[in-house]
């Protein structure tokens, strides 16, 4: 099957692009294409059908920066770029774990960190990390530019709150300071490279006696949205971390998830997959924590 038939702008700058963006009239979906990894292949099977295509590739919004305990990634930066940048592996180490989960080789070279973040998919892995981290996503419209936290501004499966004038222009995540630090990610796909079933995301710091002094912890593939745990951080926080302590926070992911049935597997399995995973993330964040 091929794409339904529509207008194609290529912008040169921000500005145009949400110029663009705004003039959509009444039945109309004009969207941004960037990696295309996911836009061109659901317009190929007229799943989706937007009037214009908006092409941002020219405009810029790449690079990842350091400064005042962030890192700034700009949209367009291509995941691949992302995975093998000395700043996210070496500040945000949760998410270049993820990254490497994401699609294949061929398709991270493509892809963007933006595009992801704006797809919204909820079992995807670059949405997962910004709610696990507090990412806030800034996004420029017609009328300035304004920033979302991470938390609110996935808001449905493929839906999230960015404006239909708004181009997302950056992901900022904030760092952890400290020696004492390790993540731990895990998903479970029908195949290699496929979407995630069930993702699994965890970042924690260990204080000077070994006892946890900060952790985030959140799941894909299991709610409209992906879901932050703030009822398993607080049973953790201050503990050992001893496996006994671990198992019995589990305990809260079956009141803070909505998993689904769907032809990839049942919302009880999901259920019991998610706390499996979440209690491996953790694991293995502990133990690299660890001297």
């Known amino acids: 099957m091929k794409a ?5 702008v290529r912008a040169d700058s921000v500005a145009a692009t949400c110029a663009a963006l705004a003039a959509a009239g009444p039945g109309e979906e004009h969207k941004i294409v960037a990696g295309g990894q996911t836009l061109v292949p659901l317009m190929a099977m007229r799943l989706a059908r937007p009037t214009l295509l908006v092409d941002i590739d020219g405009i810029g919004l790449d690079g990842i920066s350091r400064s005042d305990g962030t890192v ?70 017609t009328g300035g530019r304004r920033a979302y936290p991470a938390a609110a501004f996935f808001e449905a499966p493929m839906i999230t709150a960015i404006a239909a004038d708004e181009c997302l222009v950056e992901a900022r995540f904030p760092t952890w300071g400290g020696e004492r630090i390790g993540t731990g990610f895990h998903e479970v796909a029908s195949r290699s490279g496929d979407f995630a079933i069930v993702a699994a995301a965890a970042q924690l710091a260990l204080d000077g006696d070994g006892r946890c002094a900060r952790i985030a912890a959140a799941l894909g593939g299991v709610a409209p949205v992906p879901v932050r745990l703030p009822a398993l951080e607080d049973a953790l926080g201050g503990g050992r971390l001893e496996d006994g302590e671990i198992d019995a926070a589990l305990a809260c992911v079956d009141g803070a998830i909505e998993p689904d049935d769907d032809l990839h597997a049942t919302a009880a399995y999901r259920g019991r997959v998610a706390r499996v995973l979440l209690g491996r993330a953790i694991r293995e964040a502990r133990d690299e924590a660890q001297p």
């Open 72 to 141: 700034a990634i700009g949209a367009m930066t291509r995941q691949r770029a992302a995975e093998l940048s000395p700043a996210v592996r070496e500040s945000l180490p949760l998410l270049a774990k993820a990254l490497g989960f994401v699609g294949h080789l061929q398709t991270r070279n493509r892809g963007t960190v933006g595009g992801s973040l704006v797809h919204g998919d909820p079992a995807a892995e670059i949405p997962l990390v910004a709610v696990a981290l507090d990412a806030e996503l800034e996004a420029e419209g």
């Open 4 to 8: 339904a038939e529509f207008d194609y």
